[in-house]
Each structure stands twice: as structure tokens, then as C-alpha cells.
């Protein structure tokens, strides 16, 4: 039997025995007639393979938030009433002066047009004119005004005048004369000798209203040999604060003033301590160590112009530094004006004007007009009204000695105007105060910056010196 007659016999056979299983075969008919036709059997439709789905990932669970505690509200705050000063008011968020605020002049709101101040609650236009400035609430004109003369606030005492912003007694008294806006007399004023502008020709002095020639000068001869380098110095700033000028010597302190503050310093040590005031008008007498203040009709001194006229020296305690209370006039007023001088001596002290120089002798307060003296130019200026020297005695003269520049200490002498070094040194940066003292053989200084001494702020000390007091060699 070939193969392929045994697979259609495989094939017969298959489909008979489904048949049997299904219960279909037919029984034939008694009567030998046909056989019905087989039931056609209908293929079942073909199932579609479904497409493969990948498994969806799994997502993490969400990790449960716990519920937001519920925040009770602030309870709202009341505004803080702005309670302001008794005069002022309180405009737009802040105190103001309706008195004196340009903004709110008067009222809240009310501003000023430009160029207009307020003063006591108007606008008003600006202080015009020359002289007239703004003091407080007020114009006034410095140039007479008593209570504001020559700057805001600076009252003349009583009876005086306020003349070309300068106070001026009433000139009562024998040989007073107003002359220049001072009170002078012109029985002994060189300047205003018998009469205003009248000046004695140099080297005389006026006397009785009479050009005559000046009395001999007397006392004890000082002069200084020589100033050393050998030195010790110190920061004084935190004392006295900026340099402003002023240095004297007592036995055993020296003082000088700043902006804050006049300082006492020891003399060997430096140690140094505020006054709690500033002095304008420091100089001493170099024999006995007395430290003066100088007045103005009892007023101290000061930067604003009260130095114009002196007329007396007030004590100050050469330990303490305070005012003991006691003055000394002077045998007549000093007027001081423009590049001032002061000089301390030995039983005298000394001024210049920048034209010409007064001799005061101590302690009983006769001044002696030098008349006219021309210093050398100078380049060192200190922070003040004046600036301070020596004044020698030798060889029958006065010599008025001082820091002409920055290396170079000179003598000028009175009334010739003669002058020499004194010492000359490699910088002393712009040192344009000093004194001596003829204790100690030293001399005191002070100046700001670098020099051959000293690098700092603001420096205070001492150098050796050569000093003679008594048998002096003329020059």
C-alpha cells in the first residue's frame, strides 16, 4: 500500500468515528430509498490572536498629608497714637515744626514758595543784605544787632554798642574814644594817639595823648640757646579731639586745646585728661609757671572774633586746670586784629596783630605799645584765632619767636624786625605752636601728621632745649 492511499484510509476513518461521537449517523430507511443529505456543517469563524497588553506599572501609593493644623486669626493691634512734642505736629506720617518747617508753615500741607523761609508759622522771604543772617527765628543784621554781634548768639555786655559786628563799650571815662568800633584811650593808644587814626611813627609810644619815646624795657634776660631732638610724644585726640591751637606750660602740667576739649597734660609722663572746656586764650608766664586765659571785657576769648580786645587775664590752676576766679587787668585794652600772636616770656607775655606787638608785664599787667613790627611771612597756621611763640629779652630787646615753615623756628627782633633761625630741622610738619620750659629745659609742641618726632593723628610733646635764664650773651 502506497502512502497516500493509507492517509485518505486515516482520513475516512477520522471523520467516521467524529461521527459516531456526535451521535449524527443516520439509520437507513426500511423502504431502501436515498439517504438524506448530510448536514452541511458551518466552519466556526476564526478567533483574532488579541494583542499583547504589557503590564501596566504599578504606581507607588501617595503617602496620606496630614491635615494643616487650622491657624487661629492675629487678633488686629490698634494703631499706637504718635504722640509728638509739645511744638510740634504731626503732618503725613511724621512731627514737624509747623513754626519752622517750609513744608508744613503754619499748617499741615502749607509749603513755602521758593525762596521763602518760615518763621513763625509764614513763609517770609530770605535774610537779604549784607550782615543780615537767619539767627533762630529771626533776621538780623550781625552788624549792629546787640544781641547778635558779629555772630548768632554773641550778646554785648551791658552799656556796651554793637558797632561793625563788633561789641564796644559806651566809651565813658577819661580819654575813651569809639575809634574803629573799640572803646580806646587815646591818651596811651599808639594807634589813636589824642585822636582817632592818629598813629605815633614807629618807635614811639603815646603817653599823656604825646608821640614819646618808650621807657626803657626791663626784667630778667631769657633767651633760648638751642631746641634739641631729643623727644617723647604722644596721640592727644582722644583727649582734646582735633587740633585746634592754644599750648601753655605751668610747673607741672601743659595744656592744649582742640576741637572737643582743652586738655592738661603731665609734663613728664603726657598723661593727659579733658578740662571739659575749650580755651581759646592760653599763654603763662615762663619764671613762675601762672597759666592765663585771656579776656575780653570778662568774656574768654574765642574763634568767632571776641578776641578783638583784650583786657584782661583770667588765673587758671596750673595742677587742676580750672578757674580760680581771680583776673588781672590790664593797664589798657589790647586791640588784637588779624594775624595774631600770643607769646609767652619769662615774667612777660607778648602779642602781635600781624602789623604791630604789645608787652604785658607780669604779674602786674603793664602794657607797653611796641608799635609797628614786620614778622617773617610764615606757612605754618594752626586751626584757630591765633598762634603761639616765645618772647626772648637779651641784648636789651625783645624777641618774638615762632615756626616760620616747616623746618625752620626764627626770631624776629622788636622793633628793628631783624630775624634769625632759631633751629632748623628735616620736618616738622605743620607745627605752628610751642612753648618752653625753663623747669623742665625743655620745649613743648604739637602738631598733626608726620614729622622728624612723630607719626600720627594728632601729636602732643617735648624735645630738650638749651634755655638761659639771667646772664643771657647778646646776639
Known amino acids: 500500500m502506497t502512502p497516500s492511499a493509507s492517509l485518505v484510509r486515516s482520513m475516512i476513518a477520522a471523520v467516521l468515528l467524529s461521527g459516531c461521537g456526535a451521535r449524527t449517523v443516520l439509520r437507513e430507511p426500511s423502504d431502501g430509498g436515498d439517504l438524506p443529505d448530510a448536514p452541511v456543517v458551518i466552519d466556526r469563524p476564526a478567533v483574532v490572536d488579541v494583542p499583547f497588553v504589557p503590564d501596566v506599572p504599578v504606581v507607588p501609593d501617595v503617602p496620606v498629608v496630614p491635615d494643616v493644623p487650622v491657624v487661629p486669626d492675629v487678633p488686629v493691634v490698634p494703631d499706637v497714637p504718635v504722640t509728638c512734642a509739645d511744638f510740634q505736629t504731626f503732618c503725613r506720617g511724621r512731627c514737624v515744626d509747623t513754626q519752622n518747617d517750609p513744608s508744613h508753615c503754619g499748617g499741615c500741607g502749607s509749603v513755602c514758595a521758593p525762596g521763602q523761609l518760615c518763621l513763625g508759622g509764614r513763609c ?93 624795657l626791663t626784667g630778667t634776660p631769657f633767651r633760648i640757646q638751642s631746641l634739641g631732638t631729643m623727644c617723647r610724644a604722644i596721640e592727644h585726640n582722644t583727649v582734646t579731639g582735633d587740633d585746634r591751637g592754644g599750648i601753655a606750660v605751668s610747673l607741672s602740667g601743659v595744656f592744649y586745646t582742640g576741637d572737643s576739649s582743652t586738655g592738661r597734660f603731665d609734663l613728664d609722663s603726657l598723661f593727659g585728661v579733658p578740662l571739659g572746656r575749650i580755651d581759646d586764650g592760653l599763654v603763662s608766664d615762663l619764671a613762675t609757671g601762672q597759666v592765663y586765659s585771656l579776656r575780653s571785657r570778662g568774656r574768654p576769648v574765642n574763634m568767632t572774633g571776641e578776641g578783638d580786645l583784650i583786657t584782661e587775664l583770667a588765673l587758671v ?125 625743655r620745649w613743648y609742641w604739637h602738631h598733626e601728621g608726620g614729622s622728624q618726632f612723630r607719626s600720627g593723628d594728632e601729636s602732643l610733646g617735648f624735645c630738650d632745649a638749651s634755655l638761659a635764664v639771667g646772664n643771657v650773651d647778646a646776639p
Request: with cysteine; charged share 20%.
Open 317 to 441: 590752676d596750673g595742677i587742676t586746670g580750672a578757674l580760680d576766679g581771680r583776673t588781672l587787668p590790664l593797664s589798657r585794652e589790647i586791640p588784637l586784629r588779624g594775624d595774631v600772636g600770643i607769646f609767652a616770656g619769662y615774667g612777660r607775655i607778648a602779642f602781635h596783630d600781624g602789623t604791630r606787638a604789645w608787652q604785658v608785664e607780669l604779674p602786674s599787667g603793664v602794657v607797653t605799645d611796641l608799635g609797628p613790627v614786620s614778622l617773617a611771612p610764615r606757612t605754618s597756621r594752626c586751626e584757630s584765632w591765633a598762634y603761639w611763640g616765645v618772647v626772648e629779652f637779651f641784648g636789651g630787646a625783645l624777641h618774638l619767636t615762632y615756626v616760620r615753615d616747616m623746618t625752620t623756628i626764627v626770631r624776629t627782633r622788636v622793633p628793628e624786625g631783624t630775624t634769625t633761625p632759631v633751629g632748623v630741622f628735616r620736618s616738622l610738619s605743620d607745627m605752628c605752636s610751642f612753648t618752653v620750659s625753663p623747669q623742665r629745659r
Open 124 to 216: 517770609i522771604v530770605e535774610c537779604g543784605g549784607p550782615g543780615r543772617t537767619l539767627c533762630g527765628r529771626t533776621c538780623v543784621d550781625l552788624s549792629s544787632d546787640l544781641a547778635h554781634c558779629g555772630a548768632c548768639g554773641f550778646a554785648c555786655p551791658p552799656g556796651a554798642t554793637c558797632s561793625g559786628g563788633r561789641c564796644a563799650a559806651a566809651c565813658f571815662g577819661p580819654g575813651q574814644m569809639l575809634c574803629d568800633g573799640l572803646c580806646v584811650d587815646v591818651r596811651s593808644d599808639s594807634l589813636n594817639c589824642a585822636a582817632c587814626g592818629r598813629a605815633c611813627p614807629p618807635g614811639l609810644t603815646c603817653s599823656d595823648a604825646r608821640c614819646v619815646m618808650p621807657r626803657p
